[in-house]
């Protein structure tokens, strides 16, 4: 069924059937096809079963804070902040985009509402400096990968509720990774600055100014803190931390900055529940698929197929990263953890990866993915958002790229960049 089903999902997706649809569609047909139809009950009942979570109520809540912080003009705040320290560098806007997107990281956790909020700002704003707008949504969407990873992050949510892991754990070991790809691509910026003779965006602040939009930006730069501190303290669940965060994020936005307001709220709360509500019929989609998958005991064949091509775990990390990455390409995180953390997770364990470790490996491998042509999410949303094509932003994207594989392949190899802060603060071995 698993050898059958991918090819099918795929037909589905490029006939343009949502990936809700493809995910439950063809799993039903191939159980009809098999006289399994006692089992197609069990898929569609389990479609409820997957969203029905407390953990999963984190993610509403993370993206309805997101939502209010950006309409609240937070968004903004941390543009600034990010234009007051590194605006004077040659290629400064590139890199102010590459700093607002980890610090916004820290509030929304997700690349597309990245990519959206600071694209429509941060892409115009390089345009008439004299960057080529090709170039301005291509660091968009290479930077908008890192929302995932900084914590909070919703696929880190979704992976440890697949996989009984602890989100605090996930949260912390992202960290490290996140600010690498951030550097990483601030490099890349600095070596192409020299050679293209980028522009600098300001003159160089002084010590008040940057202590200014420092002030301006303290309540936003504190959520994370907030939900970070509260959940490593054990004051509350990472679901407990998502709805303080909304809290949090209310009080600012309508009575300490004042730049929300009541007649907001019916927009925002429109958006966040369209947004929720697409992410977790995926969840519960792909949670009705991998109960379908387990009765044919796919994961057990897999295992025995992948531990076949050979016992090294260093191979094997590179060929289940390589796989990663291709999966990447067509299918949304989210799902993609679902579908492959159940079936991957258990094989490297087994070999004596952590499994802290394995799901860094893959949330980072997947969330690279959104920006991979040539069905990258995020390559779509900065398309829309700058007016450049697809194809044009895929080839101005390629430098980055390779900058995050490389990063990839440094977390899956040196184990301490991803684990040392969960062991430090004692929630991983």
């Known amino acids: 069924m698993l050898v059958w089903f991918l090819p099918l999902f795929l037909l589905f997706l490029m006939i343009g059937l949502p990936v809700f649809f493809g995910l439950l569609a063809a799993p039903g047909i191939l159980l009809w096809l098999n006289g399994q ?18 953990p999963l109520m984190a993610i509403p809540f993370f993206m309805l804070a997101g939502e209010l912080m950006n309409r609240g003009g937070i968004t903004m705040r941390l543009v600034e902040f990010s234009q007051a320290m590194m605006g004077h560098f040659r290629g400064g806007l590139a890199h102010v985009n590459i700093l607002s997107s980890m610090l916004f990281a820290g509030l929304s956790g997700s690349a597309v509402a990245d990519t959206s909020a600071l694209g429509s700002m941060l ?18 969407a290479a930077s908008s990968v890192i929302g995932p990873i900084i914590p909070p992050s919703g696929i880190m949510i979704i992976y440890a509720y697949v996989m009984g892991e602890s989100v605090a754990a996930l949260f912390l070991a992202g960290i490290v990774p996140g600010v690498m790809v951030g550097l990483g691509l601030m490099l890349m910026v600095k070596f192409q600055a020299d050679k293209y003779d980028f522009p600098v965006a300001t003159k160089k602040h002084s010590w008040g100014e940057r202590g200014q939009a420092s002030l301006k930006a303290f309540f936003p730069l504190l959520t994370p803190v907030i939900i970070l501190g509260g959940i490593l303290a054990g004051v509350f669940t990472p679901t407990e931390a998502a709805a303080v965060a909304v809290a949090y994020a209310l009080i600012i936005g309508l009575f300490v900055m004042r730049t929300l307001k009541f007649s907001d709220l019916p927009d ?42 050979t016992s090294n775990p260093l191979i094997l990390l590179f060929l289940i990263n390589l796989l990663l990455f291709i999966v990447g390409m067509f299918l949304d995180a989210g799902p993609a953890i679902i579908i492959l953390g159940p079936i991957l997770g258990p094989i490297f364990v087994s070999l004596g990866v952590d499994p802290i470790h394995f799901a860094i490996i893959m949330s980072v491998n997947l969330t690279v993915g959104l920006a991979t042509p040539p069905m990258g999410l995020v390559l779509f949303v900065a398309s829309s958002v700058s007016g450049e094509r697809v194809e044009t932003i895929s080839k101005a994207i390629l430098p980055f790229l390779a900058v995050e594989i490389l990063v990839i392949f440094l977390i899956t190899y040196i184990p301490a960049i991803s684990m040392t802060v969960p062991r430090l603060t004692g929630f991983a071995n």
Do not use: C, W
């Open 37 to 54: 139809e006692r089992d197609i009950t069990l898929l569609y009942r389990n479609l409820y079963n997957g969203m029905d979570s407390f």
């Open 268 to 309: 925002v709360l429109n958006r966040a529940g369209i947004t929720s509500a697409v992410v977790l019929l995926l969840v519960g989609a792909a949670m009705a698929f991998k109960t379908v998958v387990s009765l044919s005991h796919a994961p057990e064949t897999m295992a025995e197929f992948v531990l076949s091509l």
């Open 123 to 140: 892409i115009p704003a390089m345009e008439k400096q004299g960057y080529k707008r090709r170039f301005a949504a291509a660091i968009t």
